[in-house]
């Protein structure tokens, strides 16, 4: 009954991880927490477990998604090749900042970011980017937002993409491109976060059996076995939409997702 949970769970935060970039972790955290409640597993470690079983998730399926955005032509290799470094420092440094503290007050700065970056997408929707606007942030701009992204992605076990889409339009990227962009963007932070989640988890006490360090191996296999063929999907979701349509779908997805995180701290 558990493996039943993981499948359709792969299916859902598959499509969303084609379409809007984002890996799918912000769908798969919240369902883990869930199911581990119900095997029992002790608090003081679920979170933990959710977070690293969902980076190593975002792992299969961000190279899923992003192949397919490639295919497509979507990709943003001038923002590649100056974030890829400092998501991958983020990444390691937001594994063990999970594994040291408690993350209520960073969720709640989290929730808080994500409605200001989904009332300026929703509210320049209809922008539109004529060829040549395209601004390029300095250097000190990639470094710091390139960390600070990766540290915060690894402590959520989310991609990255609902903070990389706002950044790279923001800088006058069109949505689709930053989309794919962000969905490989997703793999350099995922990967060095979900390596610290099974070095500083595998010593600790109480963890579920099958487990490597603090990703569950049997919920990883169930959700990528139907997340990456659903990611598919989303990505061609992505290309068909209106760019308008899609900033207002992605911008009321960032609402939806910081109202579930400002609630479970507030509440």
């Not at 769908?27 to 977070?51: E, K």
């Not at 040291?100 to 539109?128: C, D, I, S």
């Not at 070095?199 to 990528?224: M, Q």
Request: charged share 10%; aromatic share 10%; glycine share 12%.
């Amino acid at each position: 009954m558990e493996f039943l949970i993981y499948l359709p769970l792969g299916v859902v935060s598959g499509v969303i991880a084609g379409l809007f970039g984002v890996g799918g972790g912000i769908v798969i955290v919240p369902v883990l927490l869930l199911t581990f409640d119900i095997l029992g597993l002790s608090i003081d470690i679920a979170s933990h477990v959710a977070v690293g079983t969902s980076l190593a998730c975002v792992v299969m399926t961000a190279l899923s998604s992003s192949y397919n955005h490639y295919k497509k032509g979507a990709l943003l290799w001038t923002w590649i090749r100056r974030l890829v470094p400092f998501l991958i420092i983020g990444g390691v440094i937001g594994g063990w900042t999970a594994d040291q503290l408690r993350g209520e007050t960073l969720t709640l700065m989290l929730g808080l970011f994500l409605m200001a970056m989904g009332t300026q997408l929703f509210l320049t929707a209809t922008k539109v980017v004529a060829p040549g606007d395209e601004k390029r942030p300095s250097a000190a701009v990639i470094a710091v937002t390139g960390t600070g992204i990766g540290w915060l992605s690894a402590m959520m076990g989310i991609a990255g993409g609902a903070f990389l889409v706002p950044l790279m339009t923001s800088f006058g990227e069109q949505v689709k491109r930053a989309v794919g962009t962000a969905a490989l963007l997703g793999l350099p932070t995922a990967t060095a976060g979900t390596l610290t989640f099974i070095v500083t988890g595998w010593e600790t006490p109480d963890r579920l059996p099958w487990s490597a360090g603090y990703v569950y191996v049997p919920a990883f296999l169930g959700i990528v076995a139907t997340s990456t063929v659903a990611a598919r999907f989303g990505v061609k979701l992505a290309h068909v939409l209106d760019q308008v349509i899609l900033k207002r779908l992605f911008a009321a997805f960032l609402w939806l997702v910081a109202f579930r995180l400002v609630w479970k701290i507030l509440a």
